[in-house]
T-cell receptor, first 114, second 120 residues
């Protein structure tokens, strides 16, 4: 079984600044995948970034980067140069490499201020 | 290239009525996963289906809930005799192969926009 913990229920960030969203996980699987999703107020789930447990490089996708520290079991999301459109709920998720069930954290609400 | 479609987007039911939620997977996808998001929580897995088969329904309540994915047509999540506690957002996701069968990210789950069920 996997467990995802997101300890920050809400965060404020100034436009154009960077923000880091914390995510720690617990799993007995040796191989697994970590995901971040964005959920704006409209409600849809938007896939942002993926990190495999055996990937040596931290994943990056545009302004999103994943700070993966395997020994600490953390997979923090960094959003650089925040924009007003980044205001949303962000979910960290994971699954075992051979599993299909995604396990989600409780989410972090990000509000970007002009 | 249409994504995963869900309808209705919003559904209001009175206690005791039935709710039917539909999910049309992406073209070429034959694997469907349903998740439920209760207020202020993350998504939780409910059921995994392939065409005409329920593979894993371990996350689905034993009573009142059922799911199907017929050979033709969308996948349907059915909730009978709804109660206020069923109020939630229900998401479906689809993939071209069973997620986890390959390390390729292209086999990951693509989510629909969700159906928000409100039970009054």
């Amino acid at each position: 079984a996997q467990k995802i913990t997101q300890t920050q229920p809400g965060m404020f960030v100034q436009e154009k600044e960077a923000v880091t969203l914390d995510c720690t996980y617990d799993t007995s699987d040796q191989s697994y995948g970590l995901f971040w999703y964005k959920q704006p107020s409209s409600g849809e789930m938007i896939f942002l970034i993926y990190q495999g447990s055996y990937d040596e490089q931290n994943a990056t996708e545009g302004r999103y980067s994943l700070n993966f520290q395997k020994a600490r079991k953390s997979a923090n999301l960094v959003i650089s140069a925040s924009q007003l459109g980044d205001s949303a709920m962000y979910f960290c998720a994971m699954r075992g490499a051979n599993d299909y069930k995604l396990s989600f954290g409780a989410g972090t609400t990000v509000t970007v201020r002009a | 290239n249409a994504g995963v479609m869900q309808n209705p987007r919003h559904l209001v039911r009175r206690r005791g009525q039935e709710a039917r939620l539909r999910c049309s997977p992406m073209k070429g996808h034959s694997h469907v996963y349903w998740y439920r998001q209760l207020p202020e929580e993350g998504l939780k897995f409910m059921v995994y289906l392939q065409k005409e088969n329920i593979i894993d329904e371990s996350g689905m309540p034993k009573e009142r809930f059922s799911a199907e994915f017929p050979k033709e047509g969308p996948s349907i999540l059915r909730i009978q005799q709804v109660v206020r506690g069923d109020s939630a957002a229900y998401f479906c996701a689809s993939s071209p192969r069973r997620t986890g069968a390959s390390s390729s990210i292209s086999y990951e789950q693509y989510f629909g926009p969700g159906t928000r069920l409100t039970v009054t």
